[in-house]
């Protein structure tokens, strides 16, 4: 979680692909922190919490200031599937969301779930045009994007102090498809400065903006088929409350690790994957899994660690959506849909 990259490493990144992957340790910056460093982050941090634009609901209680009804009430059915897997009521079970819009145009809220100011997990609810909605991701437990400490530590780099920033006005919270979460910075005199919001790395503005290009057509595009209901986000929240509710099985978590550890994997041959089930083979033979994105590596974070999966449904038998964890060892770990990752990368034993 703590490693962050100096700026050539996201251009080897970006030019060379996974085959870069050896220069790891001569690119990586320690981010201990000073005793002074920590009360000027948590001064900081405890300030700026102030100015986050968030709506807290619960069950009985919405409110559509920076979420839609519809929005909101789609999130509670998640959290009601995530908290039928517990048997205590804690966790998700009880837990607040605090709603907010990830940047004008994507259709996109975060959702950070927490009970009583600790963090139970995240997630990423996304839109398109026809008001189609989708759980893009989730995480569980205290390590979400967009974590502040973060952006300070890369800001840091940057020369630029988080304390002179409005969060309204220099700070966003932007997200583009497929998973691109980040935060872009603008400061007179600095220019724009975009940072992956799961590890701290600065991005290339160039990738950055060709993704928010792309990431606007495709919300043009008809929706392909995911675990999602449609609905427009202007409809009646009991219109939504009456669509079938959702399941979801038992997480599979694997320990997490780090790709530069053993690159063999980078000569090696994919995995074919079409579907969870080679992956979870490869697990039961105790084989670590890589994903790697290739040249868009640098809008992933990765090459990263494959550390799990969940399957989630319709009660109703109607869908059913796969989902993996990617992440965990300089990131944060995402739970996503297997499908995008199949469209825009390849799965690799960590030890073929």
Not at 42 to 50: G, R, V
Not at 237 to 263: G, I, R
Request: proline share 6%; glycine share 6%; aromatic share 8%.
């Amino acid at each position: 979680m703590n490693r962050i990259f100096h700026k050539p490493w996201h251009v080897i990144r970006r030019v060379a692909g996974v085959g870069a992957m050896c220069l790891l340790g001569l690119t990586t910056l320690s981010t201990t922190l000073q005793a002074e460093d920590i009360l000027s982050l948590q001064a900081t941090t405890t300030e700026l919490s102030f100015q986050l634009t968030t709506a807290k609901s619960d069950a009985s209680h919405a409110s559509d200031k920076f979420a839609p009804a519809a929005v909101q009430q789609f999130a509670l059915q998640q959290v009601k599937a995530l908290g039928s897997l517990q048997k205590t009521d804690q966790g998700w079970n009880r837990a607040q969301l605090d709603f907010t819009p990830l940047g004008p145009g994507t259709h996109s809220w975060l959702v950070n779930a927490h009970n009583d100011g600790t963090p139970v997990g995240y997630m990423i609810i996304t839109a398109n045009r026809t008001g189609k909605l989708q759980l893009s991701e989730y995480g569980q437990g205290e390590h979400n994007p967009y974590d502040l400490s973060l952006l300070q530590h890369s800001l840091q780099r940057h020369n630029v102090n988080l304390k002179n920033l409005s969060y309204a006005e220099d700070i966003q919270l932007r997200y583009a498809s497929p998973l691109l979460a980040y935060w872009k910075v603008e400061q007179a005199g600095v220019g724009t400065i975009y940072i992956d919001a799961t590890n701290g790395d600065t991005l290339p503005n160039g990738a950055v903006k060709a993704m928010e290009r792309e990431s606007r057509v495709e919300h043009t595009r008809p929706p392909s088929p995911a675990l999602s209901v449609s609905v427009q986000l202007q409809s009646r929240t009991d219109e939504l409350s009456k669509a079938s509710a959702f399941s979801a099985d038992p997480f599979y978590v694997q320990p997490d690790f780090d790709p530069a550890d053993n690159l063999l994997w980078i000569t090696s041959e994919t995995v074919p994957v079409t579907s969870l089930q080679p992956l979870i083979q490869h697990w039961r033979d105790h084989q670590a899994i890589v994903f790697s994105a290739d040249d868009r590596n640098v809008l992933y974070g990765g090459p990263l660690p494959v550390t799990g999966y969940q399957v989630w449904r319709m009660d109703d038998g109607s869908a059913q959506m796969e989902y993996v964890a990617i992440g965990g060892h300089s990131s944060v770990r995402r739970f996503v849909p297997i499908d995008t990752l199949m469209k825009d990368g390849h799965f690799y034993t960590f030890k073929p």
